[in-house]
């Protein structure tokens, strides 16, 4: 029979050996591996229509706000202004913004009498915001653009928050992102 004084030595020396291995854990390891990585944001613009040349895409009555999202490892979603969003632009963003390194996007566009909706992989640079469109320059990567169309939406490549992910990325500081922004106004949405 255990003494009730060995009881507690005998638990207290478990509960010591648990708490010492349990910072180890291979499951302590990747959680902090996760949080170590990075938030990396696509952003989608949609418009009332398209209107294209051989230089530019315009987004005609784009709406007043810019959508972002990610996946995994953080999973979070969230809106901001569309001059918020234009900040990306700047070199305020930092030294790797979308105006030193152009994003690729997709564009998805309706086109009346077509049985699908026309979509072309672009290089999107230097946007100008007119009264209530958005102008980009672009190159074609894929695909074909089309002169113009109905309801369009542009998926504008990954930009990291907090800098550093790595080559073919962006890396800028999350600050002012709307709700819902990891390190923002509010935590991940679920």
């Not at 106004?185 to 679920?190: D, T």
Request: proline share 6%.
């Amino acid at each position: 029979m255990i003494k009730i004084p060995q009881f507690f030595a005998i638990s207290a020396l478990a509960v010591s050996v648990i708490s010492v291995t349990g910072n180890f854990s291979p499951l302590k390891a990747q959680q902090q591996k996760t949080e170590e990585q990075k938030v990396q944001l696509m952003f989608v613009q949609t418009a009332d229509n398209i209107k294209t040349d051989n230089q530019t895409i315009r987004l005609v009555n784009v709406n007043a706000q810019t959508v972002y999202f990610a996946d995994r490892p953080v999973r979070l979603a969230g809106h901001i202004t569309t001059p918020e969003y234009m900040k990306e632009w700047t070199a305020s963003a930092g030294s790797d913004n979308f105006k030193n390194d152009p994003p690729n996007a997709t564009l998805s566009v309706y086109e009346k009498g077509q049985p699908q909706n026309s979509v072309v992989v672009i290089e999107i640079s230097n946007p100008v915001i007119d009264g209530k469109d958005i102008v980009y320059n672009y190159k074609v990567i894929e695909g074909a653009m089309p002169k113009s169309g109905g309801q369009s939406a542009l998926f504008i490549d990954w930009i990291g928050a907090g800098g550093g992910v790595g080559p073919g990325f962006h890396g800028v500081g999350v600050g002012t992102r709307g709700v819902g922004v990891y390190g923002g106004y509010g935590g991940p949405l679920r």
